[in-house]
């Protein structure tokens, strides 16, 4: 019985191990270091319960290595070594691969037409972990389940747990795997200049061989078949999807209430069914029922003169012959289970199908009368009650839904807390109204005025807003077409009437004759000599304190 010693000479048994009283640290130790930026596992060390003759000649080896080595200080390097650097194994070769071609037989069994089938492989080989997988292409509607055969793995090469390797692969040669064997005929570009890299000699690639049961199927066998003058597979296959469209006229003026419809006729020539659309016109009072007459097959003629006219089913039996292209004609009436329709137009495909299958039919466009459209009343705006600007009580006349009315937004953002000031007096008959004061103010954004009265003291007139912000048409403008007070309107002594008040502009700000300085061409003179009279000397500090 053989047993394990321990580092104090002790057989490695309980009772003979003697704990370390100067460890301090219990965690387990980490298994992966980290050399050059990659991780690698890390070489265990000798410890509590290793053999000890292991340690010892390690160390040994370690010390003659120390002892033969000359110091660098005092005799200098021999000579200098270059290390290149250090790149594990799974980082140069990650994404690598070797690719084969080849093939399996499979034997067929009870089948007089085949004895076996050769189905192509590639196999793959991963150089990263020496890993192997075999995929077989798909083929379409081969009845058979294809795809990868065998999963990335370590293929077995032998029973003694030995696996393939690259050294081990070469052409022509067969790969038993699990039973199978696979025989390597080809291999790619960068598989063959791999190989020679590495001292391998390729052998020559073997041609894929051809697989007999495909082979006699691609050879037609020769067969007699009656030839059918109807073939609903091919008459499928090139007329789907092809359709006839005439544009015609329903003339149901013979019934109550009757009139002309403009209809829409489909011909499909897959299966010579017709369909007939209503096209709906815009307020027209009609349901918006799309079709008019279901896809149906029409018959034209029927082989029994005394068949009753009212049926609920005809049968093909019954049926004589059904509507076809050459029955449709522009310019002519065809009627269409007791209804008439005026064919008067079609598309450039319907054209173009009968000027090659029916040139002798003559598809020209037929003008119609079209309804008089009615004339629509003009929309008649009622007067303005007063309530409101002008623009908003318009928008409720446009619709039912007002909507705000459109502003000017580039005048808005250019002339943005740009405001014109005015002093003006209240022109009143009543004396006490004489010593009031009021600031009208002209905002540009929008051209609305707004008037704030100025306070005076013991005058009993409270002061504050006069009037709200408002555009002011000039008197004498009608509500058709009003005109607005402008600056150019405001002279010094010029008279405002402002809803049945009157104001006379007394005084100005000097941002006013600034501002119509610089649009002098768009300002009537006079205007402009009266600010610069009344500020052309300049303003006194009281006057500049009142309009703050």
Known sequence: MSCRWNSHGLPFFPGYTFRDVTKSAFHRPQTLGYRNGYALPRRPTVGIGQDPLLSEQLNQQQISELSFKAPAVTYGPSDEILYEDFIPAHVALDKKLLRFYGYFIEDILYCPEEQYRVRPVVIYYYLEDDSMCIIEPMVENSGMPQGKRIKRQHLPKNERGEHYEWKDLNLGMDLDVYGVKYHITECDAFTKEFMESEGMVLNDPEPMPEDLYIKRRKITTPHHITPSNFDKMYRFLSMDRKVLRFFALWDDSDSLFGDTWAVVIHYYLVDDTIEIREVHERNSGRDPFPILMRRQRIHKKIKSE???????????????????????????????????????????????????????????????????????????????????????????????????????????????????????????????????????????????????????????????????????????????????????????????????????????????????????????????????????????????????
């Open 306 to 548: 005394n068949f009753p006219s009212c049926v609920m089913e005809v049968s093909k039996e019954d049926v004589d012959e059904y509507y076809s292209p050459k029955d449709f004609q522009l310019g002519q009436t065809i009627k269409l289970l007791s209804r008439r329709f005026l064919l008067f137009d079609c598309d450039g495909f319907t054209k173009e199908y009968y000027q090659k299958n029916h040139p002798d039919l003559e598809m020209k466009p037929v003008e119609v009368q079209k309804k008089a459209e009615t004339l629509q009343e003009k929309k008649e705006i009622p007067p303005y009650n007063g309530f409101g600007s002008l623009e908003d009580s318009l928008q409720n006349c446009l619709s039912l839904n007002p909507e705000p009315p459109k502003v000017d937004v580039l005048k808005m953002f250019e002339n943005d807390r740009k405001v014109l000031r005015y002093i003006a007096r209240l022109d009143s008959p009543n004396p006490e109204d004489e010593c009031r004061r009021f600031l009208l103010s002209y905002f540009l954004s929008n051209d609305m005025i707004s008037i704030f009265e100025k306070p005076t003291r013991n005058s009993g007139i409270i002061s504050g807003k006069f009037l709200e912000k408002t555009r002011i048409p000039k008197p004498g403008s009608t509500v058709d077409n009003p005109e607005f007070y402008s600056p150019a309107d405001f002279a010094i002594g010029a008279t405002v009437e402002v809803f049945s008040h009157r104001f006379v502009l007394i005084d100005a700000d000097l941002y006013v004759l600034k501002y119509l300085e610089s649009i002098s061409s768009q300002i009537p003179s006079q205007t402009l000599e009266s600010l610069q009279k009344k500020l052309g000397v300049g303003m006194t500090t009281g006057q500049t304190a009142y309009f703050q």
